[in-house]
């Protein structure tokens, strides 16, 4: 990269808080003129507005948990610019969930029968309350006054919990639009794969620093190539699994939710059982697997 271009990401415009409110104070002037452009006295207009501000939300929370992985996989000055503001392109994304709050908080409270009729669902209800939970804690913790009462290890346990629970959020939401729904938008497969990606680089950064601390403490030891062999399948495998979901989604639920138990979990766990999560699984296994070295 040109010293020019390194220049232009340390100028003060796009770093700290002034890039906050770059990108804040922008997103919210097209969220306010696509309300001007909806009919808010109607529920499916305040539906829409819902839709239309977590397309804001989503792809920030899906950079934020890509950043750090960049950087260990990547390192340069574009990944360190985004680590360095990581902190404020996260509260960007509180930004983001909170207009997608308040416009919940309209078709909940000025649309009730709408709203429990054709929206509500104990689960995802479960799903959005633990979300704007954690992303408030999240958020309150990362400035001085709450970091101040907790330790390294509580403030790391609060942040990673946040940070996956509101990935799986709106990953899920794209996977089932794509799996499940007829007629899927083109933006939910740019989303959908842009949350894959973000994870499989957090999976790749984790594969790295695992072969980074065998090659110091063992410098001499090695993958078998069985486990080479098998990683690299269960990886290929894993994209297999990620772009065909609308092929095995239906058998693959119906199989997990055959017992008694498990259709009673689907009523109020979060996720379960994991559907959109399982290519992620797959190639988290297979990154196991090509870290593992001989004893």
């Known amino acids: 990269m040109s010293s020019d271009s390194k220049a232009f990401l340390k100028h003060k415009a796009i770093n700290g808080w002034r890039l906050f409110w770059l990108i804040s104070v922008s997103m919210s002037i097209i969220i306010v003129f696509a309300m001007m452009g909806s009919d808010l006295s ?34 340069g000055p574009v990944p360190m610019w985004l680590l360095r503001n ?20 309209m078709l909940s ?7 429990f009729e054709e929206i509500f669902y104990l689960r995802d209800e479960l799903e959005g309350s633990t979300g704007y939970i954690l992303l408030t804690a999240m958020v309150v913790t990362s400035f001085p006054f709450g970091q101040k009462h907790l330790s390294p290890k509580q403030w790391k346990l609060i942040h990673k919990t946040a940070l996956y629970f509101l990935f799986a959020y709106p990953f899920s939401v794209y996977w089932w639009n794509l799996s499940y729904y007829p007629d899927p938008v083109p933006i939910d497969y740019v989303y959908y794969w842009m949350g894959f990606t973000a994870f499989t680089l957090r999976i790749a950064a984790w594969g790295k620093k695992q072969q980074q601390l065998t090659t ?53 766990l979060p996720f379960w059982p994991f559907e959109p999560f399982l290519s992620l699984f797959i190639i988290g296994l297979a990154a196991m697997l090509l870290t593992r070295t001989r004893a």
């Open 109 to 115: 409270n000025f649309f009730r029968d709408y709203y």
């Open 216 to 268: 110091r403490n063992a410098p001499h030891s090695g993958t078998p190539l069985a486990f080479k062999l098998l990683g690299g399948a269960m990886i290929a495998f894993g994209l297999f699994v990620a772009a065909t979901g609308r092929q095995w989604q239906y058998p693959a639920t119906e199989f997990l939710l055959g017992s008694e138990w498990s259709a009673n979990l689907v009523l109020w």
């Open 42 to 75: 109607s529920p499916k207009g305040v539906s829409h507005m819902i839709s239309f501000s977590v397309r804001f939300a989503a792809p920030l929370i899906f950079l934020i948990v890509a950043i750090s992985s960049l950087q260990k996989l990547f390192p």
């Open 86 to 105: 990581q902190k404020y392109i996260g509260i960007c994304f509180a930004v983001a969930m909170a207009w997608q709050g308040a416009f919940i908080f």
